[in-house]
């Protein structure tokens, strides 16, 4: 099968980020054809720093191979490098009702956000986004809770096409996480971890361990003494032991059973630590990778002209089949 997913380059990535869409990218790539596309032109919909964007992608580029995508296997590029993406998205333009945009969640959200400066392409966002699927004969597209909607709008948009010009696109299907789907703020257990909250309720990916530690000792922990889980009545310790299951891949209840008697100061403790030596690899990697920024363009290079073949292609037999040669 085809897998195409993609990050944008803005921001910083943390523990629900990886569990929520990049471990199941790189267990994927194991058995498929994995696409993983940094999207630059989508960050541009949103205020952005120009002179520190191509830092932000290259950066991007380094958190992906260090944590686990393998050039080797899997296709990784740049969304404006490959051209066909903006030309197939004006093609899609043509077929998609402005009434299926102005009702996208995250339209709405971001239209209130930025109410003095609406840019059109907040509006068209998903429509770049289902050409960047489309213009791959995806199939599964593995994506956070949030993006569903719009890959239900690339199967509509993909239908409407074949019907109206003949057979050409795959309808793709999006993928969501099991477990681990919602890794909770470290500050608020009742609020999702989020890149834009504060940097003491997320641990970052690349977190060195004395900040790892000073998060997880500063954690919002509940009323009590016992390590249990209960989502209602101790939201705090159970996210801490979902972070622990996840990270050790023991059960809830084994963790129970290891903590019985100790209290939440050890617990967390013991927590640090896991976190601490699971998350060593990819800080070494990441250094390493930092200072091999040539060989990290080239992935970038042979990403794009491998996809470049396969979008080519397709675009070729749109273009064809709406009469433009
Ligand atoms: P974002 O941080 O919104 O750019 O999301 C990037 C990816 O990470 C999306 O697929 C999200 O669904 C996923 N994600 C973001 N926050 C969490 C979280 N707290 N727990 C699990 N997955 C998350
Ligand atoms: N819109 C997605 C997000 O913000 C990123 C994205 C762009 C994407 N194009 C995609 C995700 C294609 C999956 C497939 O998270």
């Not at 929520?20 to 790539?29: D, H, M, S, T």
């Not at 960047?132 to 948009?157: F, N």
């Not at 969501?176 to 919602?182: E, M, Q």
């Not at 990403?303 to 433009?324: D, F, P, T």
């Amino acid at each position: 099968m085809r897998i195409f997913s993609g990050i944008q380059p803005t921001g910083k990535l943390h523990i629900g980020n990886y569990f929520g869409a990049i471990k199941q990218w790189v267990e994927l790539q194991q058995m498929h054809e994995c696409i993983f596309c940094i999207v630059d032109l989508h960050a541009l919909t949103v205020p952005y720093d120009t002179k520190t964007l191509q830092e932000s992608i290259l950066e991007k580029a380094i958190i992906y191979l260090a944590a686990g995508v393998n050039p080797e296997k899997s296709i990784i590029f740049v969304q404006s490098q490959v051209k066909e993406h903006t030309e197939l998205a004006w093609l899609l333009n043509t077929i998609t009702p402005i009434g299926d945009l102005t009702r996208m969640t995250q339209y709405k959200e971001k239209s209130k956000k930025f109410k003095k400066n609406l840019n059109a392409g907040l509006l068209n966002y998903p429509i770049l986004m289902a050409s960047d699927i489309l213009l791959y004969q995806t199939e599964i597209v593995p994506v956070g809770e949030d993006q569903k909607q719009h890959v239900e709008l690339a199967r509509t948009i993909a239908r409407k096409f074949n019907q109206r010009f003949g057979e050409v696109f795959k309808i793709p299907e999006a993928r969501l996480p099991k477990f681990g789907a919602k890794i909770m703020s470290l500050q608020n257990p009742k609020k999702k971890m989020s890149k834009t909250d504060l940097q003491d309720a997320q641990i970052g990916l690349f977190d060195e361990p004395e900040e790892i530690k000073a998060k997880i000792m500063k954690a919002v922990t509940d009323t009590g003494k016992i390590i249990k889980y209960n989502e209602k009545l101790k939201p705090g310790i159970s996210n801490l032991l979902t972070i622990y299951s996840l990270f050790s891949e023991k059960t809830i209840k084994e963790i129970e059973k290891k903590f019985k008697g100790k209290g939440y100061a050890d617990f967390k403790k013991s927590l640090s630590r896991l976190l601490i030596d699971s998350l060593e690899p990819f800080r070494r990697k990441k250094k390493e990778l930092l200072t091999r920024e040539v060989y990290v363009k080239e992935i970038l290079n042979q990403g794009r002209n491998r996809a470049q073949i396969i979008a080519q292609s397709i675009l070729q037999e749109v273009k064809k089949k709406m009469g433009l040669f």
